[in-house]
């Protein structure tokens, strides 16, 4: 029987005082939570962080639409 997929995305961030670059966020993402979290990445950037965020958002619609056929 076939499945919707189920997107996932979880940041951890902190900062981590006297770091050139204070911020840390550890990203971990898939766009079928059935094959578990497929992804993991830690950024130090505030903008990396929202266009991997957006790339995934993108990804999660696409396979959405692709199931939708």
Known sequence: MAHDPTSLLIIRAWFEEGSEKSLR?????????????EH?????????????????????????LQKAR
Do not use: K, P, Q, Y
Request: no cysteine.
């Open 25 to 37: 966020a550890f990203v971990r993402h898939t766009t079928d939570v059935s094959a578990g979290l």
């Open 40 to 64: 993991a990445v830690t950024l130090t950037d505030a903008d990396a962080t929202v266009d991997l965020v957006r790339l995934w958002l993108r990804d999660a619609l696409s396979v959405s």
